[in-house]
């Protein structure tokens, strides 16, 4: 059985930083292209960034571009966002996720194994 479970979530002021974790078990981590998605009160949930396992290519949503970043750890089966320069309207629930293929994995329905989520509040 696949898990994964999200962690490293709190609460932060403006301009702080967090760093989620994903341990990853039950799956061949090492092959599986990972992505984080979050998801605010009374909104879809939208893809923040993703890293395949080949290569270690990242993608960006465009609202987090330079301020987060996505890493992985084979050995250790975990994936992490690193997210700095903390803003009110990064607020979310973030969830990572394991996509069902490996590349292009941007769209919620690319991805078949997801965390609980971890809570992040950012307060102004």
């Known amino acids: 059985q696949v898990q994964l479970v999200e962690s490293g979530g709190g609460l932060v002021q403006a301009g702080g930083s967090l760093r989620l974790s994903c341990a990853v078990s039950g799956r061949t981590f090492s092959r599986s292209t990972m992505g984080w998605f979050r998801q605010a009160p009374g909104k879809v949930r939208e893809f923040v960034s993703t890293?395949?396992?080949?290569?270690?290519?990242?993608n960006y949503a465009y609202s987090v571009k330079g301020r987060f970043t996505i890493s992985r750890d084979n050995a250790k089966n975990t994936v992490y966002l690193q997210m700095n320069s903390l803003k009110p309207e990064d607020t979310a629930v973030y969830y990572c996720?394991?996509?069902?293929?490996?590349?292009?994995?941007?769209?919620?329905?690319?991805?078949?194994?997801w965390g609980q989520g971890t809570q992040v509040t950012v307060s102004s």
């Open positions: 890293i395949t396992w080949i290569g270690g290519v990242t």
């Open positions: 996720a394991a996509c069902k293929q490996d590349w292009d994995c941007i769209n919620h329905s690319d991805y078949n194994y």
